[in-house]
């Protein structure tokens, strides 16, 4: 809808942000509090997308940080971002207190834990659950979101009523 109307996008995956392996996994591959508190370079995230497209900010955005894969820098080159350029960000605990104030409109995906769980591969529930359970309660993204989705079936998606 956005390149419809000729709005310039930068189009980023909170998940090119996260920190480096030796960070993430300190306290094992299974901890939820390291999820939450670790993987995501939410600093990074601010400082390469969100704060060179303000008004006066330096109109370049970096669309990735990290291979996840490789555990490397991918070297991305900064792309140009014309005036009124749009960031569209997805990922994973976008309304915590250090990242939330960096958005302008903010899109939850409600998603029950038996779908999450579902969702999840069998070496990831323990983990990703606990970090998802700690997020809500802290975060409490429906009271924080603009608009909230109920996505348990992203074949049908609803919108949730306010």
Known sequence: M????AVPV???SAGDFLRGRSVRLEYGHDDPD???DLWYDFSALRREVLDPLLPGGR??????LRDPHTDR???ATPQPAPPGTVAVVDGRFLTRDDIRDGFDLIVHLDVS???LGRRLPADETARVSGAWQR???EADPVKHADLV???????????RPA
């Open 10 to 12: 930068a189009r980023v």
């Open 135 to 137: 997020y809500l309660a």
């Open 73 to 75: 820098s991918v070297r």
């Open 34 to 36: 390291s999820m939450y």
């Open 59 to 64: 109109h370049t955005w970096l669309p990735r």
């Open 149 to 159: 989705v109920r996505f348990d079936h992203p074949d049908r998606p609803a919108i």
């Open 113 to 115: 834990a038996s779908a």
């Open 2 to 5: 956005l390149a419809a109307r």
